[in-house]
């Protein structure tokens, strides 16, 4: 079983709905989780970060946490087309310096 | 201009060559980290650094050579090159707090092994 499991993809959302991004992971002691976007041929960069259970909202974006259940998600709402992307999914376990991070879901967002 | 920085962007060599990634960050961050990103495989960490002087083994450090002798540099040497090394490679760095993390990547460094 791999450490952090995402959905692969392709995502297709028409734009304006809400695009759902799910992460598993399975080490329970992790602590630390977060969503980076990838476009193609670009760097990763960080959009949202979460450690507690619950939802944490940034603008259109909403990460959502389940420590009990082990799931991590990412809620895109009214999604744009440039919101077109790899979203990769990394989780940091306690006391650890390293990131680990699911093979990322692409999403596509329809005009 | 102050940021992560990587160099070269492309690289073409051959099987065999020694091959050395440059990465260089100008926030005195503490930490940086070398990943490689294949199809399939996402980011794998092959190694980072803690520290000028430190340096630690990640997923996939097997044919890399790290080395740190300025906390704002952090080259990545492929030895022999092979083409199973063909792929982009990330430099990250990072001022971790203990429970926070940001990662900031540089553009990457496209390697094509013949």
């Known amino acids: 079983q791999k450490e952090v499991e995402q959905n692969s993809g392709p995502l297709s959302v028409p734009e304006g709905a809400i695009a759902s991004l799910n992460c598993t992971y399975s080490?329970?002691?992790?602590?630390?989780f977060f969503w980076y976007r990838q476009y193609s041929g670009k760097s990763p960069e960080l959009i949202m970060s979460i450690y507690s259970n619950g939802d944490k909202e940034d603008g259109r974006f909403t990460a959502q946490l389940n420590k009990a259940s082990q799931y991590v998600s990412l809620l895109i709402r009214d999604s744009q087309p440039s919101d077109s992307a790899t979203y990769l999914c990394a989780v940091k376990g306690r006391g650890n310096e390293k990131l680990t991070f699911g093979t990322g879901t692409r999403l596509t967002i329809i005009p | 201009d102050a940021g992560i920085t990587q160099s070269p962007r492309y690289k073409i060599t051959e099987t065999g060559r020694q091959v050395t990634l440059m990465c260089h960050q100008t926030?005195?961050?503490?930490?940086m980290f070398w990943y490689r990103q294949d199809l399939g495989h996402g980011l794998r960490l092959i190694y980072y650094s803690a520290a000028a002087d430190i340096t630690d083994k990640g997923e996939v450090p097997d044919g890399y050579v790290v080395s740190r002798s300025k906390t704002e540099n952090f080259p990545l040497t492929l030895e022999s090159a092979t083409r199973s090394q063909t792929s982009v490679y990330f430099c990250a760095s990072s001022d971790q707090g203990f429970w926070t993390e940001t990662q900031y990547f540089g553009p990457g460094t496209r390697l094509l092994v013949l």
């Open positions: 926030w005195s961050h503490s930490y």
């Open positions: 080490d329970r002691g992790s602590q630390s």
